[in-house]
C-alpha cells in the first residue's frame, strides 16, 4: 500500500488566497486491470461513478508518487481546511 509522506505533498501558492496542495500518482497496471473488471461487472456503472468522482478515479487506479515523477496530479485547495 502506498505511504502518505510529507514530502510528497506540495503546497501550491503557500500563503496566498488561491493555496493548494499537489499530490503525484502514477498510473498502478494491476489497479488500472482491476478497475476495469469492476466495470465490467457492474455494467459501466462504476465508470459512472469514477466519472462523478476524478479523485476516486485516481486513488483507484494510481499509486502515491513524488510530484516529479508524477504522470497524474490531483489538486486540492486549502481554503475550507483552514
Given at each position: 500500500?502506498?505511504?502518505m509522506?510529507k ?8 500563503g496566498?488566497?488561491?493555496e493548494?496542495?499537489?499530490q503525484?500518482?502514477?498510473l ?26 476524478p ?7 494510481c ?12 489538486l ?5 481546511s483552514?
Amino acid at each position: 500500500f502506498c505511504s502518505m509522506e510529507k514530502e510528497d505533498l506540495k503546497i501550491v501558492n503557500k500563503g496566498e488566497e488561491e493555496e493548494m496542495e499537489l499530490q503525484g500518482y502514477r498510473l498502478c497496471r494491476w489497479r488500472l486491470a482491476l478497475v476495469g473488471l469492476g466495470v465490467l461487472c457492474t455494467g459501466g456503472f462504476l465508470l459512472l461513478v469514477l466519472y462523478w468522482m476524478p479523485e476516486w478515479c485516481v486513488k483507484s487506479t494510481c499509486t502515491r508518487t513524488t510530484a516529479r515523477e508524477a504522470k497524474v496530479v490531483l489538486l486540492r485547495s486549502t481554503v475550507g481546511s483552514k
